[in-house]
Every structure is written in C-alpha cells, then in structure tokens.
C-alpha cells in the first residue's frame, strides 16, 4: 500500500508491561512523527525524525516512552511500565522533504488495563 | 509558543444546511495553517492548507477555509452539509523545522449531521 501503515491496530495490556508501537512510513518520506491522542484531547506531539538527525523528543511525557527509527524507515514507538494514562491512540504521520502535508497511519489504540 | 484554540467541541447541523468551524490560533510569525478531518476508526485526512497567499482556501469534499490575519483565525466552511461529513475536525498550526514542520493541534469539533 502507499500510505502510512501502523501496527497493532488495537493493543491491550496490563498495567506494568512493557509495549511496541510500529509505524511503516510512506516509501521516500524523510520525515515521521508521533502523536498521541487521548480522549476528548486533540493531538500531542511526542517526538519528531527527520532524516538522519538527532530526533526532537520534546514531546515525550516521561523516560518510560522512547522511540527509534531504523535505516530511516520504520519506527518503533516504546512504552515502558505501562501505566492507565498511557490509555490512548497513538497516530503516525510521515511527510517528504519538501511537502507541507503530513500523512497520517491509522493509528494504534492501547487501553492499559 | 504556538497554540490552537477550537472554540467548539461539538456541533449538530441538518443535512444540506451550511456549515463554519471556527478555529482560532496564536503564533508570532505567518503561520502555515491546516483543517484535517478524522472519521471514526480513521487516521487523519488533510482537508486544506493555507501557507501564503490568497486567503481563502480551497480545499477537498468542498470545504473552503479563510485566513484572517487581523483575527487570528481560520475558519473552516462548507455551504450544504452532506450526512457523510459527520466527523471531528482538527485545526493546526505548522512551524517550520529542519526542512519539515511540526504541527501544534487544537482539541477538535465533532460534528454531527441530522438527516
């Protein structure tokens, strides 16, 4: 497919347990990012890769989240000690060098129970 | 810092009848600014973007957005509503960044359509 992949679609977990959030960028994009989307909220930012540079992790609520983007392509969300506010949909977008437009994946949604 | 505010949470319009969204943001520079609509289940669809230029907006699924510089805001607008326009909508405002831009979100509009 041409767009933005994620994976799972849905993850449920118990409170403690470490999870993985995968996201497939679209072919040639040099940029991806990670938001967050609670209930009720819009999105908050996480973290930013832009080709080969150090990633902006500004975003990021606390050292239980990292994320790591392989061979400039996929990216792997982690959250540590999961604990109930970690409850939320977690989107991927990836855009090209030169484009404005930010490509959304479907997103994962993780309930911590 | 950039913000957007999305002063309504939820709107109820009747098919066919016209629609505005208001969306209003603070950024100290020209703002690049975007509508994207996300159906229920869905990632997020760019609706329209506005970077420079003419300020109003075309967009797709005939949505139209005005940029007004002197009321920070930036509308969204659609003459006749269509039942499958039922979604939230999210306003954001873009920065650049190292060749990208990052994308600060308002807290969306849900809207709903009577048939």
């Known amino acids: 497919g041409a767009g933005v992949s994620q994976s799972p679609s849905n993850k449920v977990t118990e409170k403690g347990k470490d999870v993985e959030l995968r996201c497939d960028p679209i072919?040639?994009?040099?940029?991806l990012y990670w938001y967050r989307q609670s209930l009720g909220q819009g999105l908050e930012f996480l973290i930013y890769?832009?080709?080969?540079?150090?990633?902006?992790k500004s975003g990021l609520p606390s050292d239980r989240f990292s994320a790591e983007r392989t061979g400039g392509s996929v990216s792997t969300l982690t959250i540590q000690r999961t604990q109930q506010e970690d409850s939320a949909v977690y989107l991927c977008?990836?855009?090209?060098?030169?484009?404005?437009?930010?490509?959304f994946g479907p997103g994962t949604r993780l309930t911590v129970l | 810092a950039q913000s957007v505010t999305q002063p309504d949470i939820h709107i109820t319009v009747s098919e066919g009848a016209s629609l505005e969204l208001r969306c209003n943001y603070s950024?100290?520079?020209?703002?690049?600014l975007f509508w994207y609509v996300q159906s229920p289940g869905q990632g997020l669809q760019l609706l329209l973007k506005?970077?420079?230029?003419?300020?109003l907006v075309q967009g797709i699924k005939g949505f139209e957005a005005e940029f007004k510089r002197s009321q920070s805001s930036f509308n969204l607008r659609k003459p006749s509503v269509h039942w499958s326009d039922a979604a939230e909508y999210f306003c954001?405002?873009?920065?650049?960044?190292?060749?990208?831009?990052?994308?600060?979100f308002g807290k969306g509009t849900k809207l709903s359509v009577i048939p």
């Open positions: 506005y970077f420079s230029g003419d300020t």
């Open positions: 072919s040639g994009h040099t940029a």
């Open positions: 954001a405002v873009g920065r650049s960044g190292a060749g990208s831009y990052q994308l600060t």
């Open positions: 950024y100290g520079a020209t703002p690049y």
């Open positions: 890769f832009q080709g080969n540079s150090a990633p902006d």
């Open positions: 977008a990836s855009t090209s060098d030169f484009s404005h437009e930010q490509f």
